[in-house]
């Protein structure tokens, strides 16, 4: 049997994650409007090539293709009642993609819905939470990612329904915005002090970040984890840089070689599972893992 992240972590490794999966699903043709997720039915040799290449770059680590996968995103496409069927598949196929070296983390993001708003139960963000979790681990899942919240009750119940509902280990991300105070808050006003602190309590295996930010800006979200934390290993998946509007596209604008810049001194701060978000590819990847494995 091969040993948990955690496991890993506490042996002093830095483990390498994968890249992003939407930019690189529009690259192989997905249009605007269209279900991600649904790929994995209809065009899994596309999935399965994103998978392999990100194992080929030297990711230890293998998302799924079910970020939007939970059956209230999927009911905006006429699809919530297939939710176990997409799900259960896109761990299969990057289970299939890592074989049984690599670990796959079945992504788990957002519902879109509100607790403060009234837009949903408890109860209902559970079950949709649970009914995800189950599928994705009983497609191949070593671990579980629960990622880009913003709101800290959902990510709780997201992380309790993981926890009861399967082995998995859990990982909880946040994304955070810097503020001008030069703070850094999710966009329900969440620290990463808070987001600690709750994340422990509900019951996560890791705790970290993604998105939003450059891996510049990931420093200092992974220092102030560590100020409240020295031990619960941390997950890092930064954007290529801040997006930037040209034209009608969006561009990331930090190389491979720019981000494998700042990796040594993120790993100092503390973070243990180094990877990427929105605009990076199996190139930053392979650029991480030369340089980390140094």
């Given amino acids: ?113 509100m607790l403060i708003m009234g837009d949903v139960t408890e109860e209902e963000l559970y079950d949709a939470f649970r009914e995800q979790a189950i599928a994705l681990y009983e497609g191949g899942a070593d671990a579980l990612v629960i990622e880009t919240m913003t709101a800290i009750d959902e990510a709780e119940i997201a992380v309790r329904a993981a926890r009861e509902n399967t082995p998995c280990e859990v990982i909880c991300t946040m994304t955070f915005d810097h503020l001008a105070t030069g703070d850094y808050r999710t966009m329900m006003g969440v620290s990463p002090t808070e987001m600690v602190e709750a994340l422990k309590v509900a019951g996560a295996h890791i705790v970290g970040a993604n998105c939003s930010n450059g891996i510049e800006g990931m420093i200092h979200i992974t220092e102030e984890i560590r100020s409240v934390d020295k031990d619960i290993p941390v997950l890092i998946h930064a954007n290529a840089g801040l997006p930037v509007l040209q034209g009608t596209c969006t561009i990331f604008p930090e190389s491979p070689d720019m981000m494998a810049a700042f990796a040594p001194r993120l790993a100092k701060a503390g973070a243990n599972i180094i990877g990427g978000c929105c605009g990076t590819t199996p190139e930053h990847i392979h650029r991480l893992a030369e340089v980390l494995r140094k």
Avoid at 16 to 33: C, E, N, R, V
Avoid at 47 to 56: G, R
Avoid at 69 to 82: I, M
Wanted: hydrophobic share 35%.
């Fill in 1 to 113: 049997m091969k040993p948990t992240l955690t496991q890993l972590v506490s042996q002093g490794k830095t483990l390498i994650s994968d890249g992003a999966w939407g930019t690189f699903l529009q690259a192989k043709g997905l249009h605007p409007g269209e279900c991600p997720e649904l790929w994995n039915i209809e065009h899994p040799e596309a999935v399965l090539d994103i998978a392999q290449s990100y194992v080929a770059a030297g990711a230890d680590t293998i998302e799924t293709n079910s970020f939007g996968g939970s059956r209230f995103k999927l009911e905006g496409f006429g699809l919530a009642d297939r939710a176990y069927e997409i799900n259960r598949k896109a761990a299969e196929i990057s289970r299939q993609a890592a074989g049984n070296d690599k670990y796959v983390l079945g992504s788990i993001g957002p519902t879109g819905k």
